[in-house]
């Protein structure tokens, strides 16, 4: 699976849109980008999911670059209790499907 | 409620002793995982498993051990070989199938005493 980049932290205020990056340059074809986040002390909860276009639940928006080597994951009106991990994740879903998580971004909504 | 089911919260562990951590789900998943975490850090997968009777190592098996001997349990068994316990345990499942999301657990604290 090809191995993602994100900022360790970040910080965003209360009612603004949070816009979290993520680079995965080595993206292959069959790969999709996968967007957990982890509430401390908590289970990870599943965000979103895409493959090449832009995706959008009533959680959050995944914009992904034409080339794909990079991903946006927005939160539109982010509240503290967006406060959490982000996981960025890439995955071809093939062979061992268990997802590889890395460190991810700590967000911090700011009242 | 469907869901999964993690227990104990917290577990405590003596030197030399084996330790069960119990998962269970009710979500009727083929497929179900245990992940480590330690402070500050991402989870790394310890084993998986994708139908009763069989799993798979994961990234950090050693001195970890498995059993699935029905769909809707996968326990894990810390043993003294894991000189390293004490961390956050977490139990995920999924259906089979492309692009299928995992569900969490609320997780085990284990530590050491």
């Known amino acids: 699976d090809a191995k993602t980049t994100q900022p360790p932290s970040m910080d965003c205020a209360e009612g603004r849109a949070a816009n979290l990056p993520c680079n995965h340059s080595?993206?292959?074809?069959?790969?999709?980008v996968y967007w957990y986040r982890q509430i401390h002390s908590q289970g990870p909860q599943y965000i979103i999911h895409?493959?090449?276009n832009n995706e959008t639940n009533e959680m959050a928006s995944l914009i992904i670059t034409e080339d794909r080597k990079s991903s946006t994951l927005i939160l539109p009106h982010a509240t503290l209790r967006d406060t959490a991990v982000y996981y960025c994740?890439?995955?071809?879903?093939?062979?061992?499907?268990?997802?590889?998580f890395g460190s991810g971004t700590r967000l911090q909504v700011q009242p | 409620d469907g869901g999964i089911t993690q227990s104990p919260k917290y577990l405590f562990r003596k030197e030399g002793q084996n330790v069960t951590l119990s998962c269970e789900q009710n979500?009727?998943?083929?497929?179900m995982y245990w992940y480590r975490q330690d402070p500050g850090q991402g989870l790394r997968l310890i084993y998986y498993?994708?139908?009763?009777?069989?799993?798979q190592k994961g990234d950090i098996a050693e001195g970890y051990s498995v059993s699935r001997e029905k769909k809707e349990s996968f326990p894990l068994t810390v043993t003294s070989a894991q000189k390293n316990p004490t961390a956050f345990y977490l139990c995920?499942?999924?259906?089979?199938?492309?692009?299928?999301?995992?569900?969490f657990g609320s997780g085990t604290q284990l530590s050491v005493l």
């Open positions: 895409g493959l090449k």
């Open positions: 994740i890439v995955s071809s879903d093939t062979g061992r499907r268990a997802l590889t």
């Open positions: 995920a499942s999924s259906r089979l199938g492309a692009n299928e999301k995992l569900f």
């Open positions: 979500l009727n998943h083929d497929a």
């Open positions: 080595t993206i292959s074809g069959n790969e999709y």
């Open positions: 498993s994708q139908i009763v009777n069989d799993f």
